[in-house]
């Protein structure tokens, strides 16, 4: 079975600091891995995926992602960060080749941008 | 294009009661996807159908939860009767089948903004 350890439930930061969200999944084979962002009163969105290729992997908003597989990880980042990006953030990962899009998800990050 | 759906958006009812949620997905999805939140935890997987069929619900945690997708368009999730611990944010997910193979990872799913159940 899938995991995904989201390492920070609550981050704080101020306008044009970088922000760097921590994920881990455990799972034996390849995996197909996406950061989710669910903004104050709105529906869950996708912000980037990784599939295969390029390990770094450019989203939406500026966000950007690196895929170290012998860390499992799949850390999201930001260089500034706008108020706007005070969100929540969730990093998921599917089977590959699994039939349909059966995410397993992290606990979530509260991320602040204080202005 | 109208987004996912979700009716109620938060409901609030007793303990032993009856409550249904009700999603409509995008027009065209065969994918339907059920998740749930409980107090702050993980998003975790309910079910999944392809058009009427359901696909997977391995995650369904009891049969007091009952979904249903006729027609293969809307569905719905109906919790019978209702405990406490069901208390969270339910979401819906939508996504279309792929063109080229369909047992293919397509990736990204299209979320509804919740419902929030609140089971006193």
């Known amino acids: 079975a899938q995991s995904v350890s989201q390492h920070n439930h609550h981050v704080i930061l101020s306008e044009a600091a970088s922000l760097e969200l921590g994920c881990n999944y455990s799972y034996g084979g390849t995996v197909n891995l996406f950061w989710y962002v669910q903004y104050p009163g709105q529906h869950l969105q996708l912000l980037l995926k990784?599939?295969?290729?390029?390990?770094l992997v450019k989203g939406i908003k500026g966000f950007e992602a690196e895929f170290i597989k012998s860390k499992f990880s799949f850390n999201l980042r930001k260089p500034s960060v706008q108020w706007s990006d005070t969100a929540e953030y969730f990093c998921?990962?599917?089977?590959?080749?699994?039939?349909?899009?059966?995410?397993?998800f992290g606990g979530g990050t509260r991320v602040l941008v204080k202005p | 294009e109208a987004g996912v759906t979700q009716f109620p958006s938060h409901s609030v009812i007793e303990k032993g009661q009856t409550v249904t949620l009700r999603c409509d997905p995008i027009s065209g999805h065969d994918n339907l996807y059920w998740y749930r939140r409980v107090m702050g935890k993980e998003i975790k997987f309910l079910l999944h159908f392809v058009k009427e069929s359901k696909q997977d619900e391995s995650g369904m945690p009891n049969n007091r939860f009952l979904a249903e997708r006729t027609g293969g368009t809307y569905s719905t999730l109906k919790v019978q009767p209702a405990e406490l611990e069901d208390s969270g944010v339910y979401f819906c997910?939508?996504?279309?089948?792929?063109?080229?193979?369909?047992?293919?990872?397509?990736?990204?799913?299209?979320f509804g903004e919740g419902s929030r159940l609140t089971v006193l």
């Open positions: 990784y599939f295969s290729g390029d390990p």
């Open positions: 998921a990962v599917t089977a590959w080749g699994a039939a349909g899009n059966k995410l397993t």
């Open positions: 997910a939508s996504s279309p089948r792929s063109q080229t193979d369909p047992s293919a990872n397509t990736g990204e799913l299209f």
